[in-house]
Structures are given as C-alpha cells and as structure tokens.
C-alpha cells in the first residue's frame, strides 16, 4: 500500500490519504499515483481481519511534459 491509511469506529471507515505525495506514472503514464491499495486490501480492527475489503486509487492528471500518450 501507498500513501493510505486508514481506521474503523464503529460502523464508520475513515480514509487517510496526503495528497502531497507523488509515487510517478501510471502504467499509462496519463496520470500521476497518489496513493494506492496495489489491489483489495482486507479491512481489520481490534478484533482481527474484517468481512470488507477495500480498493483504492488516487491520481492526479500528468501535466503534457510528463504524459507519454501524445
């Protein structure tokens, strides 16, 4: 994982992500990486791992100096 966190309280799942960083290209190298599960990431809390899963990508649009696709 990159770039994320997160927490359970109660029925509610907080995510946290600083959008200050900057982990280069996407594969397509139209966008830039946030932050990343790199997959399904299995939810836990104090009791062990959860039911849920959770998927996620943060991107930013490449400026035309960094995007491969023109």
Do not use: C, P, W
């Not at 029925?11 to 139209?30: A, E, F, P, Y």
């Not at 849920?52 to 991107?59: A, F, G, R, Y």
């Amino acid at each position: 994982m990159k770039n994320f966190a997160f927490s359970i309280e109660g029925h509610m799942l907080t995510i946290t992500v600083d959008l200050s960083q900057d982990h280069g290209l996407s594969k397509s190298g139209r966008s830039r990486m946030i932050a990343s599960t790199e997959g399904n990431a299995r939810l836990f809390d104090e009791n062990g791992f959860r039911s849920e899963v959770v998927n996620l990508n943060v991107t930013r649009k490449a400026s035309k100096e960094d995007d491969k696709s023109y």
